[in-house]
């Protein structure tokens, strides 16, 4: 029997009703679903207004004065002298094209002199070369200044161990890209990410996170870092996410 018009009308929205009162409809959620989504909705609004320092697999070095990276400060690579810029040139570009693509003003330059009596001229990276500058065989160093009004990355200084040329310490060409780029990394203000991850109250050497496949942070102390020869020295995306908040957190640290 067909229905007048508006009958039928009546009849399936009375129908659509009680099909809603029969459960919940496809795609919809729960009140407890609903609340949970704006409760993390709420958590990411307040992390977006405070710095961030620290997460999985990564580290500012706020120990050291550092909070930020400034979006606007041009950061220039230098070194003391052509066989040292013409040795060292290659273990960076392929970072320094990163980071420029992170957001990071940073480009290779030319040559500088350090004086490690103060700090180097505003957005220098100063790379140079010396026997165990940590006084410990194998390990080089790399150290930020920071802009004491706001804190941000000012430039650094990079001292890259000469045993890696001396044939005094074994190092394969994979991890010389890893130290080499470390090392910037340290300069730019990111800090080591090791954690106590078996709980006995000792952060260790090589004690840092992995994803499912293994892969450690660059900045994981020591020899972090992708193990394939096609992207040795690249940052790994711990250390990109490290890069990604300390550039974040520029303008909530007052830095420009």
């Known amino acids: 029997m067909r229905l007048p018009t508006r009958l039928a009308a009546v009849t399936s929205a009375v129908l659509a009703l009680l099909a ?46 550092v909070r930020s990276i400034s979006p606007t400060q041009q950061y220039v690579v230098t070194f003391p002298s052509e066989e040292l810029q013409a040795r060292y040139t290659p273990y960076l570009t392929r970072a320094v094209t990163q980071l420029q693509q992170l957001g990071v003003r940073i480009t290779l330059g030319g040559l500088e002199t350090p004086d490690y009596a ?26 930020p200044c920071y802009n004491t009004i706001d804190h941000s990355a000012w430039g650094g200084w990079v001292r890259i161990t000469s045993e890696y040329w001396d044939g005094s310490w074994y190092i ?34 090589y004690e840092c996170v992995k994803d499912s496949a293994g892969l450690t942070p660059l900045m994981c102390s020591p020899n972090g870092g992708y193990r394939d020869d096609t992207r040795a020295g690249l940052l790994t995306p711990f250390d990109v996410a490290g890069i990604r908040n300390a550039l974040r957190n520029a303008p909530l640290t007052g830095a420009k």
């Open 172 to 205: 394969t060409e994979q991890g010389r890209f890893h130290v080499f780029v470390h090392e910037m990394l340290h300069a730019l203000g990111l800090d080591h990410p090791n954690v106590d991850l078996n709980g006995d109250g000792t952060v260790a050497d």
């Open 118 to 143: 103060k700090c180097p001229p505003r957005g220098h990276i100063q790379y140079t070369e010396a026997y165990q500058p940590l006084g410990r065989a194998g390990y080089s160093q790399g150290l």
């Open 20 to 65: 809603l009162g029969s459960g919940p409809a496809a795609g919809s959620t729960s009140p407890a679903e609903t609340a949970s989504r704006a409760a993390a909705a709420a958590r990411a609004a307040a992390l977006a207004t405070v710095p961030q320092y620290a997460g999985p697999g990564w580290r500012i070095a706020k120990r050291l004065g």
